[in-house]
């Protein structure tokens, strides 16, 4: 019965081990989204983080303005990102993100962690 106890308590904590992996550390997917950014805020109670808003839009009219548009929320885990965003606050920029399947409060309050950011002119 022992061994039995002993089997089952090491499969019960590899699969914890390999759950909590893939749910926070694991990342889900990467990529590139292009967009205004609208907003940009330090901000939380406990855990102090970068919390970003764009809006995403396929279709632009002549004076430069979002016509169709959806929002993207994302979070910034590193500082010299976030003092870019900052700078670049109400203009077109294209960021690099990596999606994790959950989130964590000293991370950010959402699942995409932006850790790059280019200016579009």
């Not at 967009?35 to 805020?41: A, D, N």
């Not at 939380?44 to 970003?52: L, P």
């Not at 993207?72 to 976030?82: K, M, W, Y």
């Not at 606050?89 to 399947?101: A, F, I, L, P, S």
């Given at each position: 019965m022992r061994k039995f106890l002993g089997i089952a308590s090491v499969i019960?904590?590899?699969?914890?081990a390999g759950f909590i992996y893939w749910k926070y550390v694991f990342t889900y997917s990467a990529g590139y989204r292009s967009g205004l950014l609208q907003k940009f805020s330090?901000?939380?109670t406990i855990f102090k983080t970068?919390?970003?808003?764009m809006i995403l839009s396929?279709?632009?009219s002549n004076n430069n303005t979002t016509l169709a548009s959806e929002k993207f929320l994302f979070s910034v885990s590193h500082e010299g990102t976030a003092k870019k965003m900052e700078m670049?606050?109400?203009?077109?920029?294209?960021?690099?993100?990596?999606?994790?399947?959950?989130?964590?409060?000293?991370?950010?309050?959402?699942?995409?962690?932006?850790?790059?950011?280019?200016?579009?002119?």
């Amino acid at each position: 019965m022992r061994k039995f106890l002993g089997i089952a308590s090491v499969i019960i904590i590899l699969f914890l081990a390999g759950f909590i992996y893939w749910k926070y550390v694991f990342t889900y997917s990467a990529g590139y989204r292009s967009g205004l950014l609208q907003k940009f805020s330090y901000k939380g109670t406990i855990f102090k983080t970068y919390e970003g808003e764009m809006i995403l839009s396929s279709i632009r009219s002549n004076n430069n303005t979002t016509l169709a548009s959806e929002k993207f929320l994302f979070s910034v885990s590193h500082e010299g990102t976030a003092k870019k965003m900052e700078m670049l606050q109400g203009r077109m920029v294209t960021v690099h993100y990596k999606e994790k399947k959950g989130s964590l409060p000293w991370r950010g309050d959402t699942h995409y962690i932006v850790d790059s950011v280019r200016a579009e002119d």
